[in-house]
């Protein structure tokens, strides 16, 4: 089993869209978490920690459920700079100090 | 610099040639990864350096791949006798706590 799983998407949204990303990941002794952003043809770049509070950056929301491992990201009033792959990151999985990345999920913001 | 650097950003190579790729991660960060990430697809774990630990080489695909990290600073990753298979981008990322960040990456082609 793979230690993070996202859905792939494609996302095609309308510029001002609410959409929203999850993804889950396997071990339960994972101990940060995180969402990447990659461009087109760039490296992958930090966009946000995940706290199990939830916290809010600007349009961004992310959320942790540990009981479920189980990890969000909401991205309100879409625009059109928003798309990219969104990568769900796990820190301290299986071996501890790797970071284990999902597959990320397309997002396309249309006009 | 105040970013991670790797050395070359394009190399095309010849099938069978051996290749050396180069990174110089952030100043003071105590581990750093290999991946490589092929056309449309997501990141491939190959190698990571914790300090002075023995190096995680579980994501090495086949025995033609190493890398070294020299001085707990710049990291070599070479591949022996290229295959056609290797073509990707190969991205180095280093980390003090998790937080992780990449270089721009080498686009590997090998003709």
């Known amino acids: 089993r793979k230690e993070v799983e996202q859905d792939p998407g494609p996302f095609n949204v309308p510029e001002g869209a609410t959409v929203a990303f999850n993804c889950t990941y396997s071990?339960?002794?994972?101990?940060?978490f995180f969402w990447y952003r990659q461009d087109c043809r760039k490296e992958p770049k930090l966009l946000m920690s995940?706290?199990?509070s939830g916290n809010e950056d600007g349009r961004f929301t992310a959320q942790l459920n540990r009981a479920s491992q189980y990890i969000s990201l909401l991205i309100r009033d879409s625009k059109l700079s928003d798309s990219a792959t969104y990568l769900c990151?796990?820190?301290?999985?299986?071996?501890?100090?790797?970071?284990?990345f999902g597959r990320g999920t397309q997002l396309t913001v249309w006009p | 610099g105040a970013g991670v650097s790797q050395s070359p950003s394009n190399k095309v190579t010849e099938k069978g040639k051996d290749v050396e790729l180069r990174c110089d991660p952030i100043?003071?960060?105590?581990?750093l990864y290999w991946y490589r990430q092929s056309l449309g697809q997501g990141l491939e774990f190959l190698i990571y350096?914790?300090?002075?630990?023995?190096?995680?080489k579980s994501g090495l695909p086949s025995d033609r791949f190493s890398a070294e990290r020299t001085g707990g600073s710049v990291s070599t990753l070479t591949i022996q006798r290229t295959q056609q298979e290797d073509s990707a981008v190969y991205l180095c990322?280093?980390?003090?706590?998790?937080?992780?960040?990449f270089g721009p990456g080498t686009r590997l082609t090998v003709t």
């Open positions: 990322a280093s980390s003090l706590q998790g937080w992780q960040y």
């Open positions: 071990n339960s002794a994972s101990q940060s």
């Open positions: 995940v706290y199990s």
């Open positions: 990151v796990v820190w301290g999985g299986s071996t501890l100090g790797r970071l284990y």
């Open positions: 100043s003071g960060h105590t581990a």
């Open positions: 350096f914790q300090g002075n630990s023995a190096p995680d």
